[in-house]
Structures are given as structure tokens and as C-alpha cells.
């Protein structure tokens, strides 16, 4: 077993610091609270968990903030979450086991990060996080915002996840805020900052601006593969709020260039074939999701849906508008076995039920005019 610094950046997190503190509860040996500027009684509740609370200048960089919260760490060791994140029970018991068996050993665990759950707890959107590393001073975090650290030396990869569990909405504005002002001062945006600049582009509505900053950063080249094929996706998005169809259909198809075809990009494919009502060729492309490998190591944003549930239920519609009815049938109970209580599978059955009882009727109506 080694030692491990657990290291937080906050600011204004009163509502949610202790349930992520408590959360983590034994696994750490140091835990260092960076707050950049709170107003509330964040500094006051760090304080009930660890003496070494330290004040950090806010400068619209959050690289800056995490590698201070690292500098003052003294373990083998540093481990980061943000304040609205917890350790589920079982998840701390496997980041327990791990410190326990695996440290030392490895320069970098990489782990899951449920960045979104739904009503029921269950993950919609996954991806691979650096979340305990080395204290080297290789290892550092770059980026001002949607920071990270490149992996290297020996990496392992846990099942023991972080879950993000947000109580209210952050500013929405300060991502895109951060990333123009650094465009504006002159400075080149770093490859995965450029992404982001567009992905926050689209998401604020700004769709002809965002298809500018990802179509020159696809043209550059510079980019990570898994970046390049989320790029394609928020391009097509973009092309479609933008009343351009055919110009979104080529972006998804681009991302095929980079990798086989990922299950999020056959359901957007599926998609906006069912939009021209083509349920043939868009039965193919959510066929096509649900044959696709499911490979969170590899680092891209996994929507578990995209992977079971969600093909199936549109490939009912699919085969429903194709006069296939026991397709239709069949493709909703597969639905329903990744989803029990969906709403559309609950409606499906009740629909099938009532053209059953219809034709039945039907046939019973002719018969007895037959006679």
C-alpha cells in the first residue's frame, strides 16, 4: 500500500463539499481543498475534514488551479474530484482494494467518470478519467478549461468509478467566456481547447460559429482520434439546427475515417435517416449500433443507451412504419430488457395490444358477414 493526497479545487460548493468529503471517507491519507474565491461556507466545512485548506487567486485557468492543489500535496500519490462528485459504496470499496493491491505500481489508474446519470441512478454518459496519478512533475494538467493530464509511464485501468452527482447549474457562460478570451488575446488555442471552443460554441446556439472552429480543427489534423469523432457528431448537430441535412450527413459519415463506426454516430445516422422517413436505411444504421464494441478504455464519451436501448426502440418504430408488426413487437421487447419501465415501451404494448384486439375484431366482423 502507498499514500494518496486527495486534492479538490472549489469554489462556492457548501451545498455538495461534505457529501463528497464523507463519500471518500478512509481512502485518502491527505486532503488538500484549493478554493479559488468561494462567498459561501465552503472554507468553513473544508476545514471540518482537513487543516490544509489554501486560497488560490482565481485567473480563468483551471489547468492552474488543479497543479497548485497537486503542489501542495505531499503523499506518493494525488487523487482529484470535483465537490459535486461522490464514491458510491462499492466504488470506494474498489478504489480501497486498489490502493491496497495495486499502489505502488502504476504511474497513472484511469477510471470511469459517470458524467450523467438518469432518474434511476443509472449512467447515461461515460468516459475514462486520469483519476489517481504519480506524484511526478511529468504529470501535469494543461488546459484552461476541461483540463487534463496526458497519461503516460505505466497505466492501469480500475472498474471503480466516480459518479457526478450535480445539485445545481454552474455558469454557463464560463467555459465559453474563458476559451474566446483566450482566443482573443492571441493565443493559439492548444488542439483540445479548439475542440471544446466549438462544442461550447454549439451549445450556446452559436451553430455557424461552431461549424467555423470545428471544420478548421478537423482540416488542421492536430487532434486526438476520440476528439475528431466527437467533432463530427457536434458538427452534425450543428448542420442540422442549421437546416442542412445533407452537410450533417456527410459530417457523421467523416467520422468513419478516423475509426470503425461508433454506436453514438450510428444512432445520429439512424436518426436523421428516420427524419426523411427512410426506416429502411435507417434500420441499418441502429442494426449497425447495436453490433458496435463498447470500449470505454478507448476514452470517448459512451452513451450506454446508444449501445442497447435506444436502437432497439427506434428500430420498433422502423419496422412498425415498414409493416413488419412482429419486428415491431420484437424490437420493443428488446427495448424493454434494457429499459423495463420506459415510458415507450409501456405505450408500445398497450398500442399493440389494441391493433390486436382491432384485427380480431376485424376478422370476426367479416366472418360473420360471410355467413
Known amino acids: 500500500m ?23 471517507a478512509g481512502l485518502y491519507d491527505e486532503l488538500v481543498v484549493v478554493d479559488t474565491g468561494s462567498e459561501d461556507e465552503t472554507r468553513a466545512i473544508a476545514r471540518r475534514f482537513t487543516g490544509q485548506v489554501y486560497d488560490f487567486p482565481w485567473r480563468d485557468d483551471f489547468s492552474a488551479a488543479r497543479n497548485f492543489s497537486f503542489d501542495q500535496a505531499h503523499m506518493s500519490y494525488c487523487m482529484w474530484l470535483d465537490a459535486d462528485d461522490v464514491l458510491l459504496p462499492a466504488d470506494r470499496a474498489a478504489f480501497l482494494e486498489l490502493k491496497r493491491d495495486r499502489l505502488p505500481g502504476p504511474d497513472v489508474v484511469m477510471a470511469p467518470y459517470h458524467a450523467g446519470v438518469d432518474e434511476a441512478g443509472r449512467p447515461v454518459l461515460t468516459y475514462y478519467r486520469e483519476r489517481i496519478l504519480r506524484r511526478v512533475p ?88 476520440e476528439n475528431n469523432i466527437e467533432a463530427c457528431r457536434t458538427l452534425g448537430a450543428c448542420y442540422e439546427a442549421l437546416g442542412k441535412p445533407r452537410h450533417a450527413l456527410r459530417a457523421l459519415l467523416e467520422s468513419l475515417a478516423f475509426d470503425p463506426p461508433r454506436a453514438e454516430v450510428c444512432c445520429d445516422l439512424g436518426r436523421l435517416w428516420m427524419e426523411r422517413s427512410d426506416y429502411a436505411q435507417a434500420a441499418r444504421w441502429y442494426e449497425q449500433a447495436l453490433d458496435c464494441p463498447w470500449d470505454l478504455r478507448s476514452g470517448a464519451f459512451c452513451i450506454p443507451d446508444c449501445h442497447g436501448f435506444l436502437p432497439c426502440i427506434q428500430l420498433c418504430v422502423c419496422a412498425w412504419n415498414l409493416g413488419e408488426r412482429e419486428r415491431a413487437v420484437y424490437w420493443n421487447e428488446r427495448a424493454a430488457a434494457f429499459r423495463p419501465d420506459h415510458p415507450a415501451c409501456r405505450q408500445n404494448r398497450a398500442f399493440f395490444a389494441g391493433e390486436m384486439d382491432s384485427s380480431q375484431e376485424n376478422a370476426s366482423k367479416r366472418e360473420d358477414s360471410g355467413k
Open 2 to 24: 502507498d499514500t494518496l493526497s486527495l486534492c479538490l479545487i472549489v469554489r462556492n460548493e457548501a451545498e455538495v463539499l461534505a457529501r463528497c468529503l464523507e463519500s471518500a
Open 138 to 225: 511529468e504529470l501535469r494538467w494543461e488546459g484552461a478549461v476541461h483540463e487534463a493530464v496526458t497519461p503516460r509511464g505505466a497505466i492501469v485501468y480500475t472498474q471503480a468509478a466516480v459518479t457526478h452527482r450535480k445539485e445545481r447549474p454552474s455558469d454557463p457562460e464560463r467555459n465559453l467566456r474563458i476559451l474566446e478570451h483566450a482566443a482573443a488575446s492571441g493565443r493559439n488555442l492548444t488542439p483540445r481547447e479548439q475542440f471544446y471552443y466549438g462544442r461550447e460554441l454549439s451549445a450556446h446556439g452559436r451553430y455557424a460559429e461552431a461549424v467555423r472552429v470545428l471544420e478548421d480543427f478537423l482540416t488542421v489534423g492536430w487532434g486526438w482520434k
